[in-house]
C-alpha cells in the first residue's frame, strides 16, 4: 500500500517536472519539483477530515525545510529586521500577542495577525479570506508596505546572494532561478505541516483521557443551541457555539464567515469589503478555537483581551446589523448563561490547548 502511494507520488512529480520543462518554467504557475527531492506524507490526525495537497506543490522534505527556513529569514523585509516569525510567535500558536503587529516601518495594521496552524483544512486565508490558497496568501506580506515592505524581486536579490538558499532552493524544485513562487510555495509546505492535534480533548475523543464534570459541561454547553426556551426559537440554555465553530471536523471552525454581532456598522467590512457583496458585509473568516488560550488578544481587530470578555459579547447576544448571524441571540436576550456555564465554557476551551505543538522544534528558528 505504502509503495503504491510512493510510486503515485513519484509519476506525479515526474510528470509535473516534465510539463514544467525547458521555457516553460518562467511561467508563474509552473516550478518544477526536483526528481530528487523526498516525498513527504502528512500524518493525518484522527477524527480530522483528509487535507487538500495543490497538485502542483507536492510536498518534500527538501520543500519543507526550505519553508522553515524562509518563515524565519529576516532577508524577507526592507532592512533585514522582520521575518514571518516575528509577527507569528511560536508561544502564542504563531499569532502575536500586540493588538496589532509593527511592520519595518514602524507602522501598524488594523488587524489581530491569525495563529497559524492546520492551515491546510482552510478554505481561504485572511480575516477577509481574500486569499483562495497558501500560495497566494504568502506573497502578500513580503511587499505589503506595513508589513515586510521589500518587493519580492530585492528580496530573491538578497536569497540568491545568500550562502545558504541557491542549494536548497535547487534541492526543493530543481536547478533553475529562485522565484517567488518557489519561495511561496516551499513556505506553503512548511505551513501545511504545522498541525495541532494534540489536546487533552484529542485525547478524551480517543478515549485516553477523562474530562473534569466542569470540562464536560462546557461541552455540552458548546453544542447545545442556545437562549430561553420559553422564546420558542429551540433554545435549551446552551451556549450555541458548535454553529460556527465546528464540532464534527475537530477543527473547532467551519472556516466559513460569519458575522458574530461585533458592530452595529463596519469599520471593517471584512468579506464585503473585498467582493464587493451587501450580504457580506462586516462577515470574517471564523477562527479556530485551538490554542484558544495561547492567541489573545480576540477578534479581527483584537479588541477583546480575555476568554470572560469574549463569553460576555457572545453571552449578550451582539449588537444588531444588516449581516448578522442568525445563530447570534441578539433578539432573544443572548444566551443568558450563568457564572458557573461561563466558567464551564471556559475549563472546556481550555482542553483545546496544544502545548507540544508551541513547542515543537520542527516549527522553530533554525537559525537559534
Ligand atoms: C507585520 C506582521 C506580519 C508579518 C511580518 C507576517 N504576517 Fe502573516 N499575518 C499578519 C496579520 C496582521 C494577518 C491578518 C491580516 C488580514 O487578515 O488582513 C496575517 C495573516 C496570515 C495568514 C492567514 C491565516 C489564516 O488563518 O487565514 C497566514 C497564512 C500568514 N499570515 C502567514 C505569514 C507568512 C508566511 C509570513 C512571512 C512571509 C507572514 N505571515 C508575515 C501579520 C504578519
Ligand atoms: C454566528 C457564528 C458564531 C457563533 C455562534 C460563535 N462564534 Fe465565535 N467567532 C465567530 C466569528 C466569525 C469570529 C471572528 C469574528 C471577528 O473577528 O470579527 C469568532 C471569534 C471567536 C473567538 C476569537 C478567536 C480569535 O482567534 O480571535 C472566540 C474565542 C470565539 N469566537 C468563541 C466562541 C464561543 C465560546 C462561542 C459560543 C459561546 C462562539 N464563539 C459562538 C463566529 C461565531
Given at each position: 500500500m505504502k509503495t503504491t502511494k510512493l510510486i503515485i507520488v513519484l509519476i506525479g512529480i515526474a510528470l509535473f517536472a516534465w510539463q514544467c520543462r525547458d521555457g516553460l518554467d518562467d511561467q508563474n504557475d509552473c516550478t518544477t519539483v526536483s526528481l530528487s527531492a523526498t516525498p513527504y506524507e502528512i500524518v493525518i490526525p484522527p477524527f480530522f477530515p483528509p487535507m487538500d495537497i495543490p497538485a502542483d506543490n507536492p510536498m518534500t522534505l527538501e520543500g519543507i525545510d526550505l519553508g522553515r527556513h524562509l518563515f524565519w529569514e529576516v532577508k524577507l523585509s526592507e532592512d533585514n529586521t522582520l521575518s514571518c516569525g516575528n509577527c507569528h510567535f511560536p508561544e502564542h500558536a504563531f499569532s502575536d500577542p500586540n493588538q496589532f503587529s509593527l511592520g519595518t516601518q514602524g507602522i501598524a495594521g488594523t488587524r489581530q495577525a491569525m495563529p497559524l496552524?492546520?492551515?491546510?483544512?482552510?478554505?481561504?486565508?485572511?480575516?477577509?479570506?481574500?486569499?483562495?490558497?497558501?500560495?497566494?496568501?504568502?506573497?502578500?506580506?513580503?511587499?505589503?508596505?506595513?508589513?515586510?515592505?521589500?518587493?519580492?524581486?530585492?528580496?530573491?536579490?538578497?536569497?540568491?546572494?545568500?550562502?545558504?538558499?541557491?542549494?536548497?532552493?535547487?534541492?526543493?524544485?530543481?536547478?533553475?532561478?529562485?522565484?517567488?513562487?518557489?519561495?511561496?510555495?516551499?513556505?506553503?509546505?512548511?505551513?501545511?505541516?504545522?498541525?495541532?492535534?494534540?489536546?487533552?480533548?484529542?485525547?478524551?475523543?480517543?478515549?485516553?483521557?477523562?474530562?473534569?464534570?466542569?470540562?464536560?459541561?462546557?461541552?455540552?454547553?458548546?453544542?447545545?443551541?442556545?437562549?430561553?426556551?420559553?422564546?420558542?426559537?429551540?433554545?435549551?440554555?446552551?451556549?450555541?457555539?458548535?454553529?460556527?465553530?465546528?464540532?464534527?471536523?475537530?477543527?473547532?471552525?467551519?472556516?466559513?464567515?460569519?458575522?458574530?454581532?461585533?458592530?452595529?456598522?463596519?469599520?471593517?467590512?471584512?468579506?464585503?469589503?473585498?467582493?464587493?457583496?451587501?450580504?457580506?458585509?462586516?462577515?470574517?473568516?471564523?477562527?479556530?478555537?485551538?490554542?484558544?488560550?495561547?492567541?489573545?488578544?480576540?477578534?479581527?481587530?483584537?479588541?477583546?483581551?480575555?476568554?470572560?470578555?469574549?463569553?460576555?459579547?457572545?453571552?449578550?447576544?451582539?449588537?444588531?446589523?444588516?449581516?448578522?448571524?442568525?445563530?447570534?441571540k441578539y433578539t432573544t436576550g443572548g444566551l443568558q448563561l450563568t457564572d458557573i456555564d461561563k466558567l464551564a465554557l471556559t475549563a472546556f476551551l481550555n482542553t483545546l490547548n496544544d502545548e507540544e505543538f508551541l513547542l515543537n522544534e520542527d516549527f522553530s528558528d533554525p537559525f537559534e
Open positions: 496552524f492546520n492551515l491546510g483544512w482552510a478554505q481561504d486565508y485572511f480575516w477577509d479570506g481574500r486569499a483562495l490558497t497558501l500560495e497566494e496568501q504568502i506573497l502578500e506580506p513580503v511587499p505589503n508596505p506595513i508589513e515586510m515592505n521589500i518587493p519580492w524581486e530585492d528580496a530573491i536579490l538578497k536569497l540568491e546572494d545568500d550562502a545558504l538558499y541557491p542549494s536548497k532552493f535547487d534541492k526543493a524544485f530543481g536547478l533553475g532561478a529562485i522565484t517567488k513562487e518557489k519561495a511561496a510555495k516551499a513556505i506553503a509546505q512548511f505551513l501545511r505541516t504545522m498541525v495541532s492535534a494534540n489536546t487533552k480533548y484529542d485525547e478524551f475523543r480517543l478515549g485516553l483521557a477523562e474530562l473534569t464534570p466542569l470540562e464536560e459541561m462546557g461541552l455540552d454547553l458548546f453544542i447545545r443551541e442556545g437562549g430561553n426556551p420559553e422564546d420558542g426559537n429551540g433554545g435549551q440554555f446552551g451556549a450555541d457555539c458548535f454553529h460556527c465553530h465546528g464540532f464534527g471536523n475537530m477543527q473547532f471552525t467551519d472556516y466559513l464567515p460569519h458575522n458574530n454581532g461585533l458592530d452595529a456598522e463596519f469599520e471593517d467590512l471584512g468579506y464585503g469589503g473585498v467582493s464587493g457583496n451587501p450580504l457580506e458585509m462586516g462577515l470574517f473568516k471564523t477562527p479556530s478555537l485551538r490554542n484558544i488560550s495561547f492567541t489573545a488578544p480576540y477578534m479581527h481587530d483584537g479588541r477583546f483581551q480575555t476568554l470572560e470578555e469574549v463569553l460576555d459579547h457572545y453571552d449578550s447576544g451582539g449588537v444588531a446589523s444588516t449581516t448578522i448571524d442568525p445563530f447570534m
